[in-house]
């Protein structure tokens, strides 16, 4: 029995938090006490009816695992990055729940997936649900409905589209299986890899936690849902591809299946074989070798539509800054793939911003110059219970605006440009003015000198640190280059583009034969001088902007230009 509670790390949805009674509930019945604690994530900072990418529910959670503010960590397994960071392990998996995906019509209603009348609006964000169900009826129609479980019913019963997609196991779990008209076969709608089971991570140095979730672990779930994955990154996809897997496990012996969706032509690839169950990725790779001729290389695994390979984009952000230029980009007709070439680490707890921002209560405006930033300066005034309404406040840029908004700022004064130059010279300023500038560790103290220059009286507080190439951003790079020719990279930062080339290691020349896309002439510069050809680069207000300008300057390469 464990002498300190175990610390359950979960998002705080509906859903998350019942899986994690449900991890609390297997710590218990071995004799181990508990206590969850929530963790906000980059998909819940979003509005509940917008788009989200990989990890975007996992990142946040794994960094309090590794700052030690959390001893394990719960995820829906379908959610996990098949990269997995080397510092982690899934120390259990629980017994799966029912794998399949279900149709949910509003209420009242009956029918199936065969009988909805052609025309029907079928609602669903997931590439693998929209590519298999046009697969099974191309005379449908699929609209993405984003969001939790809650939202997207009640969008339905609102009339935003005639029927949902959704997983069966989350509809039980929230106590909403009465909703449910057809469960989907497998064999008409494969489910994601890992769908209908919760992971457990905890620190993989952490030998004490080891044997304790090992107790809990569910061996034939565990060999199940780890060929599902090794399955999905042997063939280069992430947790939204349109790739459907189900492993079923029968004694000794593993089955594993697959279909591959690859457009709205629509056509499917299908594929299955059986193994060992104690030897789970040897069968995903025999399957994944034999199943990959038959694809075509010139449709890419992260998008379920039939695009030019010259559209595919490399981006570098950090996975907490990656979801909204992601489904930018994909608006403008792009593909993006990611490859976060930097980690960002905020510093939690941080009493120095925490005195600040105390101070900054008596007049001083704050002065936040990245997303990053303003999570912090929200965080902490959180802590010490303080309204961030009654701050005065400076954004460097509408996509920092925006997060001061979502944390109930109503005013916040932006530069008319998003740049360094203009928040120095802009930035409202009387003699002996008090400004608090909260940076990352890498920022420089150009804008500070400039403000001292004017006569006001600056402090500089460090929030979070920058660390380059992240060890499981490796084989996102590797697939990157490996799959059908990227058009070009798109570079946020002077230390994305240091972070990529220290990942790109003995490939250091094919990442730079790459055109770099840029913010600002900073990074341009940056880039240039390690060595890439940048075509383009300007300073968009937001991701909308950095997407247009991408989609533009792709557009004028000309072809081959990447090869």
């Known amino acids: 029995m464990t002498a300190q509670p175990i610390r359950i790390g979960t998002r705080g949805s509906s859903l998350a ?3 994690a009674a449900l991890v609390a509930r297997a710590l218990a019945a071995c004799g181990h006490a508990h206590r969850v604690v929530i963790v906000e994530t980059a998909g819940d900072r979003r509005a509940p009816d917008t788009p989200w990418g990989e990890g975007a529910f996992v990142a946040a959670i794994e960094q309090a695992l590794l700052d030690g503010r959390v001893d394990v960590a719960v995820h829906s397994a379908k959610d996990v990055p098949t990269a997995e960071d080397p510092r982690l392990r899934i120390g259990a998996y629980l017994e799966r729940a029912d794998p399949r995906d279900a149709l949910v019509l509003p209420r009242d209603r009956t029918g199936t997936l065969d009988t909805l009348p052609a025309g029907s609006v079928v609602g669903t964000d997931s590439p693998r649900r929209a590519g298999f169900v046009l697969a099974r009826r191309p005379d449908l129609v699929v609209r993405p409905i984003h969001g939790n479980v809650d939202t997207r019913l009640r ?17 039980e779990r929230l106590g909403l299986g009465h909703r449910i008209v057809e469960h989907l076969d497998p064999s008409v709608i494969p489910p994601a890899p890992g769908q209908g089971a919760i992971a457990v991570q905890f620190r993989a140095d952490d030998a004490h936690l080891g044997p304790v979730l090992a107790a809990i672990d569910h061996r034939a779930t565990r060999a199940a ?10 063939l280069g996809g992430g947790c939204r591809a349109p790739i459907g897997s189900l ?25 299955v074989t059986t193994g060992i169950a104690d030897a789970p990725e040897a069968a995903a790779i025999a399957l994944a070798a034999r199943i990959r001729p038959s694809l075509e290389t010139t449709v890419p695994l992260e998008s379920a539509d039939d695009v030019p390979t010259r559209t595919r984009v490399i981006v570098t952000r950090p996975d907490e800054q990656a979801d909204e230029l992601v489904a930018a980009m994909r608006e403008a007709g792009l593909v993006p793939v990611t490859v976060p070439a930097i980690r960002i680490a905020p510093i939690d707890p941080n009493p120095t911003l925490d005195e600040a ?5 008596h007049g001083s405006r704050v002065v936040v110059t990245s997303a990053n930033g303003a999570q912090a300066a929200l965080a902490s005034l ?6 961030p309404g009654t701050l005065t406040w400076a954004a460097i840029g509408t996509a920092t605006r925006r997060i001061l908004e979502a944390g109930g700022v109503s005013r916040v004064w932006q530069p008319s440009s998003p740049d360094a130059g203009t928040l120095a010279a802009e930035l409202p300023l009387d003699a002996g003015s008090s400004v608090i500038r909260v940076r990352g560790a890498l920022a420089d103290g150009d804008l500070a000198e400039a403000w001292r220059r004017r006569g006001a009286s600056v402090v500089e507080i460090v929030a979070y640190r920058t660390e380059l190439a992240p060890a499981s951003s490796v084989p996102l790079l590797d697939a990157a280059l490996d799959g ?28 730079l034969a790459l055109p770099a896309i840029c913010i600002g002439p900073r990074t341009a510069a940056a880039a240039r001088a390690a060595g890439f050809s940048v075509v383009g680069s300007g300073v968009p207000r937001d991701a909308t902007g950095l997407a247009v ?14 090869s």
């Open 17 to 19: 938090l019942v899986q």
């Open 155 to 171: 969008r339905l019963d609102e009339g935003a589209a005639d029927a949902l997609v959704l997983a069966v196991a989350g509809l």
């Open 225 to 234: 849902v780890t060929a599902e994955r090794a399955l999905l990154h042997a």
């Open 247 to 271: 492993a079923t496990v029968d004694g000794s012996t593993l089955q594993l299946a697959t279909a591959i969706v690859d457009g709205d032509r629509p056509r499917v690839t299908r594929a």
């Open 357 to 361: 921002l105390l101070r900054a209560a």
């Open 382 to 387: 959180g802590r010490m219970a303080i309204d």
């Open 484 to 511: 059908p020719p990227a058009a070009a990279v798109v570079f946020a930062s002077g230390s994305a583009v240091d972070g990529l080339l220290r990942l790109a290691g003995h490939r250091r020349p094919a990442v």
């Open 549 to 562: 300008l991408t989609a533009r300057l792709v557009r004028d390469l000309p072809v081959g230009a990447s």
